[in-house]
């Protein structure tokens, strides 16, 4: 289960906590009950986030000497600090990301969006595949975010790789060979983060007008890359391809008795695109009537959480709006929870909105294929044509 948390096992028998061990041999408390996730992401005392960007394959000294040799460094600011510093930071990405300069962005992002399902069409029309990964979702997240907070003027392709190579370097198991290819990546990249970091504008000079250090400014602009595009790129993916298969759905959508929101949120819960998120016991617990020593590696299973019969009327299946739809958790919960949450929600809103049409009288050429990894879904692709 632990690199594939979707799909079968997502639905499998499981006790509320089990230990499982990973390819090195390492045991993580797995959670499966909706509310023992909740109660450990809302409880930072017990159970720390000091470990949520701890590489799951160890990374070798091989590897380590490239990143040493990129002075790749990412000291705690968001998910993983537990430390003093995290509100303020917190306070000043989420000004960046307020709802008001969210909602500001729909029309732009509307009309793209349309310009490309309209492009997309007329393909259909004429025979051809499209993939609505790479020709609609994979970019779009980045060009809003681009919009909201300054980044580094590197071109698209560039940052997708970097970030997806990101995803796979801590949460993916991995041999000596492709983490040193990796470290590269990811280390280079970080080159060009730390220049913008010392002279950029917008996010990164608010954050050093704060007092922030170089390397926390730097951590900073690297999580948001990450977690702040390539996420929705890959629920936008997921939830277009869950979608083909829903009929009724794109019919209620259609005739406007079911709620853009309402799919959305519905989607979140069955799809989301971040599948676990770790904790680790800060002191001797219990979970469930289990016992937990400190230094144990909690693994909040947040897609299994969604589908939690106690939450949930109808768990496996896509109903817009049945109870306990919104109770998923998704964006996690209590301080760490999702700053860019209304973003994502803007952002597969529009895309439901405008392309669920798209996908009428279509077959699926490729559905997404993810790897192995123990958080991230990262579909490759998502190619139909007309039936
Ligand atoms: C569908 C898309 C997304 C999903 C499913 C998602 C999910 C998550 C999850 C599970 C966490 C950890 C929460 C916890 O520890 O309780 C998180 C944290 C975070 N996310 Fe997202 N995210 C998404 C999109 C975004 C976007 C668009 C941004 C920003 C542009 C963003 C920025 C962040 C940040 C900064 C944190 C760390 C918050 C903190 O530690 O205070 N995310 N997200």
């Given amino acids: 289960m632990l690199f594939r ?24 408390l797995v959670v499966t009950r909706h509310a023992l996730v909740r109660q450990i992401l809302t409880d930072p005392v017990t159970f720390r986030p000091d470990n949520a960007l701890d590489a799951v394959t160890p990374i070798p000294v091989t590897a380590l000497r490239i990143l040493a040799g990129h002075r790749f460094r990412l000291p705690p600011t968001l998910a993983n600090n537990s430390g003093a510093s995290h509100p303020e930071i917190r306070g000043i990405v989420a000004d960046a990301l307020h709802p008001t300069r969210v909602a500001a962005q729909q029309p732009w992002l509307t009309a793209l969006v349309r310009q490309r399902v309209d492009r997309l069409t007329t393909a259909l029309d004429t025979g051809e595949t499209v993939d609505l990964y790479a020709d609609l979702a994979a970019d779009l997240p980045l060009l809003v975010l681009a919009r909201l907070v300054e980044l580094p003027d590197a071109p698209v392709g560039a940052v997708k790789e970097f970030a997806r190579a990101a995803l796979e370097l801590f949460w993916a198991p991995l041999d000596a060979d492709r983490q040193r290819a990796l470290a590269a990546e990811v280390g280079s990249f970080h080159t060009v983060l730390r220049e913008f970091a010392a002279t950029g504008g917008g996010l990164a000079a608010r954050l050093r007008a704060a007092g922030h250090s170089p390397d926390v400014v730097v951590s900073a602009l690297f999580f948001l890359l990450v977690a702040g595009q390539e996420t929705t790129s890959q629920f936008l993916t997921l939830l277009l391809h869950r979608l083909t298969g829903e009929p009724e759905v794109r019919a209620g959508l259609r005739t406007g008795e079911v709620a853009v929101a309402d799919v959305v949120e ?5 799809e989301p695109p971040i599948v676990t998120w770790r904790r680790v016991a800060a002191v001797d617990t219990t ?3 289990t016992a937990v020593p400190a230094g144990t590696s909690i693994v909040a299973w947040l897609a299994r ?10 768990p496996g299946e896509f109903r817009p709006g049945q109870r306990g739809s919104r109770r998923h958790l998704a964006f996690g919960a209590g301080a760490h929870r999702c700053v860019g949450a209304q973003l994502a929600r803007m952002e597969a809103a529009v895309v439901v909105a405008e392309a669920a049409p798209l996908l009428d009288g279509v077959t699926v050429v490729r559905p997404p294929w993810c790897p192995d990894n123990l958080t991230f879904r990262m579909p490759d692709t998502f190619v139909i044509r007309r039936s």
């Fill in 266 to 270: 519905e989607g979140l819960r069955l």
């Fill in 5 to 28: 948390g979707w799909g079968e096992s997502v639905n499998a028998r499981w006790p509320d906590v089990a230990t499982v061990l990973d390819h090195v041999g390492v045991g993580h």
């Fill in 287 to 289: 979970l469930g009537g």
């Fill in 305 to 314: 959480a969604g589908r939690d019969p106690e939450v949930v009327a109808a």
